[in-house]
């Protein structure tokens, strides 16, 4: 968009300012977010640090109570396994030949390796558990140092909101009044101009010549456009909207100070010319 003409009860001047006026107080919210800095993704980032860790905190609970289980229920298959063993050894006693008893005691000889095996999967079991508590108290003490870290943030952040609070609140206000004076179009092109601006700036002044946003030249005749202020120009570089240096000024008061410096400055001219004057005559005496 090179430039675009506006409709609403107020004039393109006066539009033109309120977009001007609209950038200087959003400027100054700009402003205190930077004073903010950091802090609110700090504390988001604590937040959600906090957060993943409670999440594996549980999954850790979990995992740990499983293996406990799991513990309890070998116990259970070791005692079964040892019943076993003794009435295999009861029918040992009571057996007719030598196959029955040869058939028994490879019963007892599974029983005991079935034992073996479940003693080392309860030895592994508690193993497991004791990494799974001490990663436990690991992330725990990560836990309660994040929460401490997040109180510091946040006290540091809620500090300078109650400095800022009411301020901002007042700038707000003032930005949601210029916005409501400009169609919304250009409300929402500007909106767009500042996502994209590295400092926020949509709406810059031209001085020296030059687009204040990026600074590159604009051509005379393009700067006469601009201060006669009868529609919306944006740089054809940058896209930023251009204002002239006396925007604040209506043209009515800068043709009037205009007037006056024309009026001055000749009545200058005019006492020059008259020392001037006098100057040759006495020099003809």
Aim: with cysteine; hydrophobic share 35%; charged share 40%.
């Amino acid at each position: 968009m090179a430039e675009a003409k506006v409709s609403n009860d107020l004039t393109i001047e006066e539009r033109l300012r309120a977009l001007y006026n609209l950038q200087k107080v959003d400027s100054e919210i700009d402003k205190i977010k930077i004073l903010r800095g950091e802090l609110p993704l700090e504390v988001q980032d604590l937040e959600d640090e906090i957060e993943g860790l409670h999440t594996r905190i549980e999954k850790i609970e979990a995992e740990r109570q499983e293996k406990e289980t799991a513990i309890s229920d070998k116990k259970i298959e070791i005692k079964e396994a040892e019943a076993l063993i003794k009435k295999y050894e009861e029918q040992q006693n009571n057996v007719r030949n030598n196959r029955e008893f040869d058939a028994l005691s490879k019963e007892i000889e599974f029983q005991n390796l079935e034992i073996e095996f479940f003693n080392k999967n309860i030895k592994d079991f508690g193993f497991k558990i004791e990494q799974l508590t001490k990663s436990l108290e690991n992330s725990q003490k990560l836990v309660e140092e994040r929460l401490l870290d997040l109180k510091q943030k946040k006290d540091e952040l809620e500090a300078i909101t109650q400095e800022t609070e009411k301020e901002e609140a007042q700038l707000k206000a003032r930005s949601e009044e210029y916005a409501s004076a400009i169609d919304n179009r250009l409300v929402t092109a500007y909106k767009r101009i500042r996502e994209k601006a590295r400092n926020g700036l949509a709406v810059v002044l031209v001085e020296r010549d030059a687009c204040g946003g990026c600074f590159n030249k604009i051509p005379p005749q393009r700067q006469l456009d601009i201060r006669m202020r009868n529609k919306v120009t944006v740089c054809e570089y940058c896209g930023r909207v251009l204002v002239d240096k006396d925007i604040e000024i209506s043209m009515e008061e800068l043709e009037k100070r205009l007037q006056e410096e024309r009026a001055l400055e000749a009545a200058k001219q005019e006492k020059r010319a008259k020392r001037r004057t006098s100057r040759a005559k006495k020099a003809d005496k």
